[in-house]
């Protein structure tokens, strides 16, 4: 029933590993997004796509590659991890328009 | 380009006292509103947004254009109140980019 899953929850890895993590929303949604929380609890927009296509795309290094196969699925990819890049990633979905944005739990990333 | 601020970190207020979250913006165009919620444990939630004008759990939020300010008010503090809550803009990119304010913890005690 969860309306928007992200997987992983929790993921621990060294720097300069690559790693990615997987959205999913079976809400009937036609726009995607990944948000990043940082230590601060400050959350600023990274990615998003309106049915699989990309239409915002904020300064983030290349490092971060959004992929979206089909309008239900966002996965964020991440490369060359940097300690920097330790936060809580939070995938969101909504229908285009609307504003009201339905958010996953959140995937902890911890960069040693 | 699209901003919102909230210049408080942490609120703490007593059961029973009435509440105010700040949250100021920035925008050229004609903004929405809302503010969003976030319980321990819980998903960040929408809790009212400014077109709709209704009152959610009590709280309600008055867009002000002339001071360009969406404050969040509960005139008497629950214990449940308290959580983390942003304010957020939408404005650029056809409606679909929501900005975040850096939040306010809100906490009731007794």
């Known amino acids: 029933d969860t309306a928007v899953s992200q997987t992983p929850k929790y993921l621990v890895t060294q720097m300069g590993n690559d790693k990615s993590i997987k959205c999913e929303q079976n809400?009937?949604?036609?726009?995607m997004y990944w948000y990043k929380q940082d230590s601060k609890k400050f959350l600023k927009i990274m990615f998003s796509?309106?049915?699989?296509?990309?239409?915002i795309n904020e300064t983030v290094p290349n490092r971060f590659s959004p992929k979206s196969p089909d309008k239900a699925h966002l996965n964020l990819h991440i490369n060359s991890l940097e300690l920097g890049d330790s936060a809580v990633y939070f995938c969101?979905?909504?229908?285009?328009?609307?504003?009201?944005?339905?958010f996953g739990e959140g995937s902890r990333l911890t960069v040693l | 380009a699209q901003r919102v601020t909230q210049p408080e970190k942490l609120l703490s207020v007593f059961k029973g006292a009435p509440v105010e979250l700040k949250c100021n913006y920035s925008?050229?165009?004609?903004?929405?509103l809302f503010w969003y919620v976030q319980y321990s444990r819980q998903r960040l939630q929408l809790l009212l947004r400014?077109?709709s004008r209704e009152s959610i759990k009590g709280f309600t939020a008055d867009l002000n254009k002339g001071e360009t300010s969406f404050h969040l008010k509960k005139p008497f503090a629950q214990e449940e109140d308290s959580a983390m809550y942003y304010c957020?803009?939408?404005?650029?990119?056809?409606?679909?980019?929501?900005?975040f304010g850096t939040g306010t913890q809100l906490k009731v005690e007794l």
């Open positions: 969101a979905s909504t229908l285009y328009g609307t504003g009201e944005l339905f």
């Open positions: 809400l009937g949604h036609d726009t």
């Open positions: 796509y309106n049915n699989k296509e990309l239409i």
């Open positions: 925008y050229s165009g004609s903004p929405e």
């Open positions: 400014h077109i």
């Open positions: 957020a803009l939408s404005g650029e990119g056809g409606g679909n980019k929501l900005t």
